[in-house]
């Protein structure tokens, strides 16, 4: 029986993005349930001073978002086209100030990212390996759709991402140029439909099947060798940066940065080359384009750690010199800044950005030329982290969330950093228990630190210790997925601990911990741990611990290395066997490094050791972590864990198995289930209450 606490997490609108112009104008996306309850359906909703005005309606959800200034509103959605056929990809809308949307544009494979310029639009597009342009890339579509081949011939690393598979098509950037009127305009024939009619041989008289309206026809851009992960363009619609993964000799699936001219006059230029050790990703332009934020990521490598940090290029003065475009030196941003951010531009001199701070969020900001920036807001003392940062009319604007803190909307003043509440078209859900922290020393003398969020009443209360994943990561935010509130209301005590590698912390947090998974990070959450169970308010004698992803080697190590201690193990799409982990993840990131860390750090090792009784949760869609992990923990758990069987001989280790979910568990009913589950096995093992099955699990 699912309790009101779960339902009120699942049903609840949450906020799923923000759009901004720098005009001023501000757009949230809110996921809510849809009519049948069984799935999140995405709106768009306008905040106007004190005011929210609603946009989109209907069961199809809005996908990516462009406003203009005039208060047109581009985005894409599944609606039904203008000729009443049923969309199976995403078609392209304008919304005017008053009335009603008008279709754009459709295409097979629909339409990815969009960004407006000056007069143009700028969307990321599915094509085609061979179309040079989208008549070719709707014949050649339609060819392979009626030959009924699904087959893909790959020449690079990796061939599927978190929960999909990649390929045939490659991602390409596009650009159409916008009508003064959108709403007014008249539609275009389908690209080279005038040719086609000049056409003679079998097939010239068939009728042309693409009979949506086309106000807009997309010219793509040449794009460099590799994948397109990520991209940037100025607000002109001149110059974009694209980040394209590539596998080139012994390195796979490294990331090179071009720059791309959105004119088209000028083919792609390398503006900077991977190695072994570094990479490089697109980040913002500049409010008049000259300059762009790009950012050096360096590899974690057998001896080196992962680390971030943004750097600054003039591509005015690098595109006038005669020096090739990848040696133009770019300066580094705040290099006394211990922290891992991605800058926005406030204007011309300022730049904006958060990061994690100490267990909370933090918004930066300083000029190019300043060592290091100040704190706007957020830090120690209170209890919120920023998300979705940008700049509106002047304001910093930004989503706000805390471990028991829905998402919500914000304003920041950038001179004096105070926070003034935004309309809220999300639902605030109650805030339950208490939120306290625990401190302790690491074997190192590290200082550490954990939320503890804590039922009401005297206690003492039976405890559950959540890891997080990452292993880059903090817990400070909110999440639907790894909530804590469910917990607390059952009367669970929830530890929530940032160990080494946790983000927020500085760099030397993220080295102690990064060469030795299973080590550091493991006693830091054990020091916490004891903090944690030497209040009165906890019962050491009643615990248990869980943890998804990094968080689920966690859990799978604590299994093995810890005896009794905890009652129970939850672990979530969790690394079982590391070392077949690097040939099958599609993290070409994680096999090296590894290498010298597997014979030392490998759970499958000690699984003769565990004795209590372990839930496997894991999805067959999962690409990041490999369902051949969860099916491999599940069947060394029966064959040689130490844990004693029921009074049947029956196992006590249990396996909850998503056909059709990847990584993390979206589907409504899905996440229903997957907290009911975990409740009901914390329950048996660690309170001894009988656990009831859910009907819905059959």
Avoid at 32 to 46: F, I, M, N, S, W
Avoid at 200 to 212: H, K, R
Wanted: aromatic share 8%.
């Amino acid at each position: 029986m699912t309790s009101q606490s779960i339902t009120t997490l699942l049903d609840a609108a949450r906020l799923a993005g923000l759009h901004t112009t720098p005009g001023g104008r501000i757009l949230a996306r809110v996921s809510r349930p849809d009519a049948k309850g069984t799935a999140y359906r995405t709106e768009l909703v306008e905040l106007i001073g004190e005011e929210m005005v609603t946009l989109t309606r209907g069961s199809a959800s809005v996908g990516s978002v462009a406003p203009l200034e005039d208060g047109t509103t581009l985005f894409t959605a599944k609606r039904p086209g203008e000729d009443g056929s049923e969309a199976e990809d995403a078609r392209l809308w304008a919304l005017p100030v008053r009335g009603e949307a008008r279709e754009l544009a459709s295409r097979p494979g629909g339409f990815g990212g969009l960004q407006a310029g000056d007069g143009v639009l700028i969307a990321q597009l599915s094509v085609h390996s061979q179309a040079r342009d989208e008549a070719e890339h709707a014949k050649l579509t339609a060819e392979r759709s009626d030959a009924k081949v699904t087959a893909v011939l790959h020449d690079g690393f990796p061939t599927r991402y978190w929960d999909h598979d990649l390929g045939p098509a490659r991602e390409v950037l596009a650009v159409a140029e916008l009508p003064e009127d959108l709403f007014s305009a008249p539609a275009l024939p389908r690209a080279g439909a005038a040719d086609e009619e000049r056409s003679e041989g079998p097939g010239a008289d068939e009728p042309d099947e693409e009979t949506s309206p086309q106000v807009l026809r997309f010219r793509h851009l040449e794009m460099p060798p590799g994948e397109l992960t990520d991209w940037s363009a100025d607000r002109a619609g001149r110059r974009a940066l694209v980040t394209m993964r590539d596998s080139v000799g012994e390195l796979l699936g490294v990331s090179r940065l071009y720059l791309l001219d959105l004119t088209g006059q000028t083919p792609p230029r390398l503006l900077r080359e991977a190695t072994a050790e570094e990479s490089w990703s697109a980040g913002a332009f500049s409010p008049d384009g000259g300059r762009v934020i790009i950012g050096r990521e360096q590899t974690w490598t057998e001896s080196a750690a992962a680390d971030s940090r943004p750097f600054v290029l003039d591509l005015d003065r690098a595109l006038a010199g005669d020096a090739p475009l990848q040696e133009a030196e770019a300066s580094e941003l705040w290099p006394q800044l211990d922290r891992w951010v991605d800058p926005i531009w406030l204007d011309e001199a300022t730049l904006v950005a958060a990061s994690d701070d100490e267990g909370r969020g933090a918004l930066w900001i300083g000029g190019l030329e300043d060592p290091a920036p100040r704190r706007l807001a957020g830090g120690p003392g209170q209890e919120l982290s920023f998300s979705a940062v940008q700049v509106a009319a002047g304001r910093v604007v930004a989503a706000a969330s805390g471990v028991a803190v829905a998402p919500h909307p914000v304003a920041v003043d950038p001179a004096s950093g105070s926070l003034t509440a935004l309309p809220n078209p999300a639902d605030e859900i109650p805030r339950t228990g208490d939120l306290t922290e625990v401190s302790a020393r690491a074997e190192d003398g590290t200082a550490l630190r954990a939320w503890l969020h804590l039922p009401g009443g005297e206690g003492p209360h039976p405890l559950v210790v959540f890891a997080h994943g990452g292993p880059w990561g903090s817990w400070n935010a909110w999440t639907y997925r790894w909530n804590p509130g469910p917990f607390v209301d059952a009367g669970y005590a929830v530890l929530l601990p940032d160990p080494a590698i946790s983000t927020g912390y500085g760099q030397a947090m993220i080295e102690r911990g990064q060469h030795e998974l299973g080590g550091a990070p493991f006693t830091d959450i054990m020091a916490l741990t004891d903090a944690a169970i030497a209040r009165p308010d906890i019962d050491e004698s009643a615990t248990a611990f869980a943890g998804g992803s990094y968080g689920g080697y966690m859990a799978n190590w604590v299994a093995g290395h810890t005896g009794d201690r905890f009652r129970c193990i939850v672990t979530h799409a969790s690394l079982w066997d590391t070392e077949t982990m690097g040939h099958t993840t599609d993290n070409s990131g994680w096999d090296r490094p590894m290498r010298p860390q597997n014979p030392r750090f490998n759970p499958k090792a000690s699984v003769a050791d565990i004795v209590v009784p372990m839930l496997v949760i894991h999805g067959d869609k999962d690409y990041r972590v490999p369902i051949a992990q969860g099916h491999a923990l599940w069947y060394d758990l029966l064959a040689f864990s130490a844990t004693p069987r029921d009074e049947h001989g029956r196992t006590r280790h249990r396996y909850l198995y998503f056909p059709d979910e990847g990584h993390w568990i979206q589907g409504r009913g899905n996440a229903e289930v997957w907290y009911a589950t975990f409740l009901a096995f914390l329950d048996e093992h660690v309170r001894g209450i009988a656990p009831q099955r859910p009907a819905t699990l059959g």
